[in-house]
C-alpha cells in the first residue's frame, strides 16, 4: 500500500512566499524595461547605433521571455495553493471518517 505524506499548512506557506518572490520579479523587471529597452548609442556612428540597437533588442527578447515565465510561475503558485486546500479538506475528511 502506499502512503503519501503531505502537510497543508506548509504547502499554502510555500505558496504565498513564492507568490511574493514573483511579485517582486515582476516588478524588477518592469523597472529594467525601460533602461534596458531604450539603450542609447554611445557615439553617432553606425557601429554604435547597431550595437545599442542589438542591445535593445535583446532587452525586449528577455521581456517576452520573462512575461511567459511570469505566467508560468503564476500557474504553479496557483497549483500548489489549490493543492494545499485540497490536501486539508481530504486530511478534514479523512480525520472525520476516522473518528
Known amino acids: 500500500m502506499s502512503f503519501v505524506t503531505a502537510q497543508p499548512e506548509m504547502l499554502a506557506a510555500v505558496a504565498g512566499d513564492?507568490?511574493?518572490?514573483?511579485?517582486?520579479?515582476s516588478a524588477e523587471n518592469a523597472a529594467a524595461a525601460a533602461p534596458t529597452?531604450?539603450?542609447?548609442p554611445a557615439a553617432a556612428d553606425e557601429v554604435s547605433a547597431?550595437?545599442?540597437?542589438?542591445?535593445?533588442?535583446?532587452a525586449q527578447m528577455y521581456q517576452a521571455v520573462s512575461a511567459?515565465?511570469?505566467?508560468?510561475h503564476q500557474m504553479f503558485v496557483s497549483t500548489l495553493?489549490?493543492?494545499?486546500?485540497?490536501y486539508a479538506a481530504t486530511e478534514a475528511a479523512n480525520a472525520a471518517?476516522?473518528?
Open 18 to 25: 513564492l507568490q511574493g518572490i514573483g511579485g517582486s520579479m
Open 37 to 40: 529597452t531604450g539603450v542609447i
Open 50 to 58: 547597431l550595437t545599442a540597437a542589438q542591445f535593445a533588442a535583446h
Open 68 to 72: 511567459q515565465a511570469a505566467v508560468i
Open 81 to 86: 495553493a489549490s493543492s494545499a486546500g485540497s
Open 97 to 99: 471518517a476516522t473518528g
